[in-house]
């Protein structure tokens, strides 16, 4: 039972500060400090939690997560306690603590008079003591005999891999990359997600018995059909990597980019790995995002660590409050430009902008970009408004204007699965597709989406699997697809 007048007597939401911007534009490190008097504060800000009896934070969180629960155990110092309750319904709270959203933190009821409880950092606090304590395998007692292919290794198939071992299946990763994390690894930046948070991870899901291979893809080095053929059931959690284009002219000039074209080296450059010489790289250029998103920010933090001379972003959303209110730390407007630690690290960012068209010099490299203010048709539609248009200078752009949806080429030529109207692998309630034996999970059955999705999806699809094997589960299945 939480202390129902916590909050009366610590109202402050705390949170441990940023690390500086002068001194965290000089590593990859993560962009958040560490507090030392760690327990004594969490305990506190865990005490603001007030049990008030209809959670809707368990409602705003995917996963269903038990927070009145681990936020009592933290305020009561039962550190141990906390870290079961917390992994009862999150495989992995060491990622959704630093690079969640937090919708459970919009949906926290004190939030209605105070700010809301700082859940995500007591989250993220809780996953580390585990860590430091040492997590015990979670081995099966008896193995079922069955086999399952999880293609895949971003959070979609590590979390259904994890669930479904630790149910006595012999299961086997497939990962194109040379290394196991799918986004996590490759996609997000280390200032948002340092890697040795995955490996500790890592270590525990291998000691369970949970096979990696990296470096295989499944459709080339392995046809879908003989994979079929060699596994009981087969996970597909292949994300949703398509970008979105911006077919205008100029597109083709040497200098413009996907952003993830930049990111995936910067990742790699960034944690010691070999990159190609001709890997697109800031260092003393102008460099121009277009796109406000999570993608888009994460550019702007890689460009201004790389050297950038400027980094200006272009979004077509509308300019956020200057100043949000502490209750309401996340937007609540979708098409509101999102704001994160990178932007608080330095360039430029432009609102309701529209490119027009890339300009190039005789090389037929980029050098700018004609860009106009949007304007809103009636229908709804946003055009570029004549008269407004003005070059901005520009020799590194890139794109980040989100996924269309899942390479899906190989999977649909070999087999003949269904995708939906969006190019989605199409999934019935079950999260079965259209081939027997095969499911869906995470960003390629639902569209780019978040962390905390792809690990609820993940779990749900474990349900799945497991019930489709052997006719009855006792695995959790926090959510159903969409
Ligand atoms: P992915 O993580 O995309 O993993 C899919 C994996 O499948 C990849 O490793 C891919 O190589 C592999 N694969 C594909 N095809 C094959 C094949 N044929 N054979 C073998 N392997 C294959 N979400 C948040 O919650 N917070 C954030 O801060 C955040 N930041 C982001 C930043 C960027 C730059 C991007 C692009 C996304 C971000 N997201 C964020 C979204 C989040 O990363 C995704 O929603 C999530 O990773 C989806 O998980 P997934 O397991 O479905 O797919």
Aim: hydrophobic share 40%.
């Amino acid at each position: 039972m939480a202390d129902p007048r916590g909050f009366l007597k610590v109202r402050d939401r705390e949170l441990p500060p940023n690390r500086p911007v002068e001194v965290r534009l000089r590593d990859w490190k993560d962009t958040h400090a560490h507090r030392e008097d760690g327990q004594p504060y969490l305990k506190e800000q865990a005490g603001r939690c007030m049990d008030c009896g209809i959670p809707f934070c368990h409602q705003g969180c995917p996963l269903g997560n038990l927070i009145p629960e681990w936020n009592d155990l933290v305020r009561r110092g039962q550190w141990g306690d906390a870290v079961d309750r917390l992994h009862a319904t999150n495989n992995f709270p060491e990622l959704t603590g630093r690079i969640c959203p937090a919708p459970c933190e919009s949906s926290c009821v004190l939030g209605i008079s105070q700010p809301p409880v700082t859940i995500k950092n007591v989250e993220v606090s809780i996953a580390d003591v585990a860590f430091e304590q040492g997590l015990t395998p979670q081995v099966p007692a008896r193995l079922t005999g069955t086999t399952i292919a999880v293609i895949g290794s971003g959070p979609a198939g590590l979390a259904a891999a994890q669930q479904l071992t630790r149910a006595g299946h012999t299961v086997v990763v497939y990962e194109r990359d040379p290394r196991i994390g799918g986004l996590l690894r490759y996609g997000i930046p280390d200032f948002k997600l340092e890697k040795h948070v995955i490996e500790r991870r890592l270590e525990q899901m291998e000691a369970e018995g949970t096979r990696f291979r990296p470096g295989v893809e499944i459709g080339k080095d392995v046809t879908w059909d003989a994979l079929r053929r060699r596994f009981d059931a087969v996970v597909v959690a292949t994300g949703a990597t398509v970008p979105r284009d911006l077919r205008l002219p100029g597109r083709d000039l040497h200098g413009v980019h996907f952003a993830m074209d930049f990111l995936v080296p910067a990742n790699r450059a960034a944690n010691g790995e070999e990159v190609a010489a001709d890997a697109p790289h800031a260092a003393g250029k102008h460099v121009v995002v277009i796109g406000g998103g999570d993608t888009g920010s994460d550019c702007v933090g890689t460009a201004l660590r790389q050297g950038a001379a400027s980094v200006t972003t272009l979004a077509i959303g509308k300019k956020p409050p200057l100043t949000r209110p502490a209750h309401q730390p996340w937007p609540t407007d979708p098409i509101l430009f999102e704001v994160s630690t990178s932007h608080e690290e330095g360039g430029e960012r432009t609102y309701l902008a529209s490119t027009v068209d890339f300009l190039n010099d005789k090389s037929g490299a980029v050098v700018g970009l004609r860009v106009a203010e949007t304007e809103y048709q009636p229908d709804g539609r946003r055009v570029p408004k004549p008269g407004t248009e003005h070059v901005i200078r520009a020799d590194l752009v890139l794109i980040a204007m989100g996924f269309t949806g899942p390479e899906t080429a190989a999977l649909t030529d070999q087999t003949g699965i269904e995708l939906t109207d969006r190019g989605l692998v199409r999934r019935g309630d079950d999260f079965a597709t259209s081939l027997p034996g095969v499911f869906v999970a995470g960003d390629a059955g639902r569209g780019q989406s978040l962390v905390v999705w792809a690990i609820a999806e993940g779990r749900a699809v474990a349900a799945a699997v497991d019930a489709h094997l052997r006719g009855t589960t006792e695995l959790p299945a926090p959510v159903g697809p969409r």
